[in-house]
């Protein structure tokens, strides 16, 4: 492992982001959600397009899932993950690469002032209540230029939509808990959806512009799993991503981003 180009006396965090070493094995997690790892896969790819960037972070990549793909695109590539478990899991899944991984919290990122060219944050934001820390590290470390893709759980996408529709009730602003237990710890991790709009205007607050929009895993669903095959549902996520995502239609919502 080598060392990052790192900022003199980080300030220590405030939060608390490695619930994941309470004996969770996020690798399980990915059992049987091929669908969904490729569906993003896609997604990273159509925004990346044929660029080519200097050094990438994936900021609360887990055990390195997109890590490999990042490698594809960027010369350099950092895995940013704040639970030395996953980092631990991580060794097997990056062996033999030179991507190196670095304990840090998405509202602590290790780097210095524009130093990163690529940026993703993936599965995370339904962690972050509020994201302004976050976004203000990832506005301070992106370099002018550069790419920053976040995954956003959207709250508005069209089931919900549908069922606020016919309640008669607006969608929310704030930040939805979507817990469905009452964990045990007073500092559990937090599970939510956003309002994508409200998360647009974090960005921008952060001096993060939108470039680009895709709505990612439109079929995700159990049901259609057992009919359609995985390749036809990745042939139509493919053909529809852009599309759906004027009226943020899927559970997922990456947004690709560039300094104001």
Same mark, same amino acid.
């Given at each position: 492992?080598?060392? +990052?180009?790192?900022?003199?006396?980080? /300030?220590? *965090?405030?939060?608390?982001?490695? !619930?994941?070493?309470?004996?969770?094995?996020?690798? !399980?997690?990915?059992?049987?959600?091929?669908?969904? $790892?490729? +569906?993003?896969?896609? +997604?990273?790819?159509? #925004?990346? &397009?044929?660029?080519?960037?200097? @050094?990438?972070?994936?900021?609360?990549?887990?055990?390195?899932?997109?890590?490999?793909? #990042? *490698?594809?695109?960027?010369?350099?590539?950092?895995?940013?993950?704040?639970? =030395?478990?996953?980092?631990?899991?991580? /060794?097997?899944? =990056?062996?033999?690469?030179?991507?190196?991984?670095?304990?840090? !919290?998405?509202?602590?990122?290790?780097?210095?002032?524009? %130093? #990163?060219?690529?940026?993703?944050?993936?599965?995370?934001? @339904? @962690?972050?209540?509020?994201? *302004?820390?976050?976004?203000?590290?990832? %506005?301070?470390?992106?370099?002018? &230029?550069?790419?920053?893709?976040?995954?956003?759980?959207?709250? &508005? @996408?069209?089931?919900?939509?549908?069922?606020?529709?016919?309640?008669?009730?607006?969608?929310?602003?704030?930040?939805?808990?979507?817990?469905?237990? $009452?964990?045990?710890?007073?500092?559990?991790? +937090?599970?939510?959806?956003?309002?994508?709009?409200?998360? #647009? &205007?974090?960005?921008?607050?952060?001096?993060?512009?939108?470039?680009?929009?895709?709505?990612?895993?439109?079929?995700? %669903?159990?049901?259609?799993?057992?009919?359609?095959?995985?390749?036809?549902?990745?042939?139509?996520?493919?053909?529809?991503?852009?599309?759906?995502?004027?009226? $943020?239609?899927?559970? *997922?919502?990456?947004?690709?981003? /560039?300094?104001?």
């Amino acid at each position: 492992m080598t060392d +990052a180009a790192m900022p003199e006396e980080p /300030k220590p *965090s405030k939060k608390i982001a490695n !619930q994941y070493e309470r004996g969770y094995d996020y690798t !399980q997690y990915w059992n049987d959600r091929d669908y969904e $790892n490729a +569906a993003e896969q896609i +997604a990273i790819r159509r #925004l990346l &397009g044929t660029r080519r960037f200097r @050094h990438a972070a994936d900021i609360g990549g887990g055990f390195g899932r997109l890590c490999l793909l #990042l *490698s594809e695109y960027a010369d350099k590539v950092t895995l940013a993950e704040p639970a =030395l478990s996953q980092l631990e899991a991580a /060794k097997n899944v =990056l062996k033999d690469t030179d991507v190196e991984q670095i304990q840090m !919290q998405a509202d602590r990122l290790l780097f210095d002032d524009g %130093s #990163l060219d690529l940026i993703t944050m993936v599965r995370v934001m @339904h @962690h972050i209540p509020e994201p *302004s820390e976050e976004f203000a590290e990832i %506005s301070r470390v992106l370099a002018e &230029g550069g790419v920053a893709i976040i995954e956003v759980a959207n709250y &508005g @996408h069209f089931v919900n939509r549908m069922k606020h529709k016919r309640a008669k009730k607006p969608l929310p602003i704030e930040p939805v808990n979507i817990r469905s237990d $009452n964990p045990d710890e007073p500092d559990a991790i +937090a599970f939510v959806n956003h309002n994508i709009d409200t998360v #647009l &205007g974090q960005l921008r607050e952060a001096g993060l512009v939108l470039d680009e929009k895709l709505s990612v895993s439109n079929l995700r %669903s159990q049901k259609l799993k057992k009919v359609l095959p995985e390749k036809v549902m990745l042939a139509i996520e493919k053909a529809t991503q852009k599309l759906l995502a004027r009226k $943020n239609f899927g559970p *997922s919502i990456f947004l690709k981003l /560039k300094k104001a």
